[in-house]
């Protein structure tokens, strides 16, 4: 028996990720979209609330990273397991930083951006290499796993930035991005850097599976399949399970022993330098081009100083968020249902005002940022009380009545 080798002074194992086949997309997407769910099961229909699902979460994902890093090879069901927290993790991430430190996503997106490329660049400047090929040491392991939760925390802070903030919507969101990453596959085939190309397809996915997974659980009223979030959930759950057990018994995903050394391929970097400048120009012109068009539709639909809200009318008294009276013909109708006795029809009743809400996003922020986040953190305390699992009526009545305080 041949004793181990050595790569600077570590040990080598036997490659740590699995070969980039079809399975590997399909799964990254599935576990993106159970980590964007299941983030939103546990925060609400479970009233754990940010704090609660985060510690719950980050538990579970140290525990799975240190059977990961035990391992001494790629094996499927260790790995999979500690993408999809690590997803639920990274959502986790940006949404504690939008939620309850009000933390722009523009803001969040250019932080994770940063980390992610001092990640890329700390690793590259220790190993000489950014393949996934060659995760044959703990310390290359280390700054691979690092990398996977910066794309997963820039991914949801970039999806959430254009289907929320620039009002694209999420159906639209994953369009866009699933055109970005079929250009990104053609030019993998037609000769662009092959690390290039997976780690900005990997930050991409996140996005999209985010985007199929809203589609599948919205109501058909909201252009959705309405099958809701807990189905959703187990749909992909099942689909992960099923490939995974697939994965481990074929082995038709593990790395050849000879395609674990570095990547050879040349320009990676003048690509990389060309990549990030486009990608970045286009962001910003976008960016300006969609907020200057939502400014525009903010100021003509706005009544002007003194004007009515209706032709002969006393003037409209409005929160500084404008006309919110669709929110609060939701919110008492909600609140009337409860009062009757009806929970299940309340419980119904709310989801038009998530989706309302969260549609309004774009048009409404804008306004008053801080009076937005005021309503929000409102309506996501009416939610987690809606949705518990066991609701107690009193504390669900006391949450309308200050949303619609807060609804002005």
Known sequence: MTAPSTLAGQRTLLNKVPEVTAWFWIVKVLCTTVGESAADFLNVNLNLGLTGVSVVTGVLLAVALAVQFRADRYRPVAYWVAVALVSVFGTLVTDNLTDAASVPLETSTIIFGVLLAVTFLAWYRSEKTLSIHSIVTRRREAFYWLAIL??????????????????????????????????????????????????????????????????????????????????????????????VVYLSLSKIDVTPRETTSQNTARGGLWQTVAVVGLVVFASIVGYSLRTSALQGETASASPAPGQTGTSGAQPVHQSPLGDLSQFKTITQDTLAKLNSGDQSGATSRVDDLETGWDDAEARLKPKNQAAWTTVDGKIDTVLRQLRATSPNPTTEKAALNDLLSALG
């Not at 850097?193 to 919205?218: E, N």
């Open 150 to 243: 910066f794309t997963f925390a820039l991914g949801t802070a970039t999806g959430d930035l254009m289907a929320e903030v620039l009002g694209l919507g999420y159906l639209p969101t994953g369009l866009i991005v699933a055109g970005l990453i079929a250009v990104l596959a053609i030019g993998w085939r037609l000769g662009l850097h092959p690390v290039l190309a997976f780690w900005f397809i990997y930050v991409l996915t996140r996005p999209l599976g985010a985007s199929i997974g809203d589609y599948l659980s919205q109501s058909p009223d909201n252009g959705g399949l309405g099958l809701g979030t807990t189905t959703t959930s187990l749909i992909f759950t099942l689909g992960i399970i099923a490939v």
